[in-house]
């Protein structure tokens, strides 16, 4: 059997007793680390486990994903992915891989960021699609994120945006070269997201959004230093939010009170806040 | 301090380790039990957590907050949420509630069918806003979700469609009698959405899905029994899909290849199927 386990957003006691379970008997266990990462490392996990955990990475998965399912119609095997097995990130692909083998899978769900953003006070209802911003640089800054913002925006929605992460990357040079020299991880911020978003509607003009769009930034949702932030664009463009992993999410015109209430609470300036909020006609459906 | 724990979607191991150490700890716990249920009652919890839970029910959480909040700005309280606390149904007015009163909350995310829908294979990034279905009656046939579903349709976006539930509901009579006696509590199925859902279009006549538009049926998303199909409205709407809960995703136009593999192996009847999927134009973008 092949267990797809939720571990959960932010350290090694969010596992599910069940997902708990499973991962004590399997006979093998993968860690899927490319696409999120919990805030704790492997160390601490297999300490928790007590038991040896193998990192996957995007390689392994991806072309090597018999080498996870060898044996499987025998023994148990659990692959852990931060978040939720089916959330940001689907794996349907090695449930398919599996069921061509003749293996037999088994997901057990946790919170991911796809829900866990609600921890904003924002209703899960009032979202429409979520879009992925991925680092710019100065010759690639992909805009085709905006084009799915805008639709929510003027169906009033709110979008959750989620912020890239580069763990396990070559530089163009070492990859050229065949050295499996890696860069060093790194994680978009709140702050770099709303500049490049600004950026974008600056290439773009089309309005979608601009320096006075409010949005919430959230850090470490589910951990215990789990930090929001309301504010303007360009003030969130300013902020720290420290350590990662963040996501935005920015407001739709659909918000209500309720949802107004919960997020002013963090609020950068709650002057500034409550301006932009009348200024930009949220509240109205 | 309150917290807010979320239980997962499935039975009492479904909690999360973190969870289980603040049911463990708390001095009071509760269970809200009238927007969603676990698949096992209180008793099971009870034996599980090794201590009672109150039952708290709509009354006491929207008139009689103040109750479960008693004291929590020196003991620890627990309140059990079915899925997320911020998820389907978000808790934000017991968090701001508890914040008038000078009690700090954190919140033990998990599991919720707003993420947890991601089984079906469908990506959650194809999904626009979640719509909720409450039963019909002869006289109340509520279509205000059908503009919704309707934004999502002309985008090509998947929509999540949460199911009514009810629970300690009052006939009239027994209510305008002030006698508390309550009905059998009631599950939506899928088949009853469907067939609602057809109602709907027949009356609004806008064309935004007919009997041959795909949908996929979920029952008891995460438990041991979960069970998924797909097929057209017409053929979900006679399905059998067993116990509660049940939710259904209406398929939206830009379905991709990977996501048509995946459900189609759980088509009521893959001819029927493959022939939809054609005839609706899904796979374009």
Redesign the interface.
């Known amino acids: 059997m092949l267990y797809l386990v939720?571990l959960?957003?932010a350290?090694?006691?969010?596992?599910?007793?069940?997902g708990?379970?499973v991962v004590k008997k399997a006979e093998r266990v993968y860690l899927e680390a490319y696409t999120s990462i919990l805030l704790v490392d492997k160390a601490k996990l297999e300490a928790f486990y007590g038991r040896e955990v193998i990192e996957a990475d995007r390689e392994l998965v991806e072309t090597g994903s018999d080498d996870i399912l060898a044996n499987a119609d025998k023994v148990d095997v659990a692959f852990l992915v931060v978040g939720?097995?089916?959330?940001?990130t689907?794996h349907?692909?090695l449930?398919?891989r599996a069921?061509e083998l003749g293996i037999e899978s088994k997901?057990?769900?946790?919170?991911?960021i796809?829900?866990?953003i609600?921890?904003?006070?924002l209703?899960?209802?009032?979202?429409?699609?979520?879009?992925?911003m991925v680092f710019f640089t100065e010759t690639w800054k992909p805009s085709s994120y905006y084009d799915r913002v805008k639709?929510n925006v003027q169906?009033g929605?709110h979008t959750l945006v989620l912020l890239d992460i580069k763990v396990k990357e070559q530089s163009l040079e070492n990859m050229a070269r065949g050295r499996l020299i890696y860069e060093p991880a790194r994680y978009m911020t709140v702050a770099q997201c709303a500049s490049q978003m600004l950026e974008t509607e600056e290439e773009r003009k089309e309005g979608v959004w601009g320096p006075d769009s409010l949005a919430v930034g959230a850090a470490r949702?589910?951990a215990a230093d789990q930090e929001l932030v309301a504010g303007t664009l360009s003030e969130l463009a300013q902020v720290d939010m420290g350590r990662p992993l963040h996501s935005l999410v920015l407001l739709g015109r659909r918000a209500h009170d309720?949802?107004k209430?919960?997020i002013r609470?963090f609020a950068v300036d709650e002057a500034t806040f409550n301006a932009a909020w009348q200024k930009g006609g949220y509240g109205s459906s």
């Open positions: 939720g959960g957003l350290d090694e006691t969010d596992i599910t007793v069940r708990l379970e939720d097995p089916f959330g940001a689907t349907t692909d449930v398919l069921r997901v057990i769900p946790n919170a991911s796809m829900s866990g609600g921890c904003t006070g209703q899960l209802y009032n979202f429409g699609q979520t879009v992925s639709e169906l929605l949702v589910g309720l949802e209430d919960y609470q």
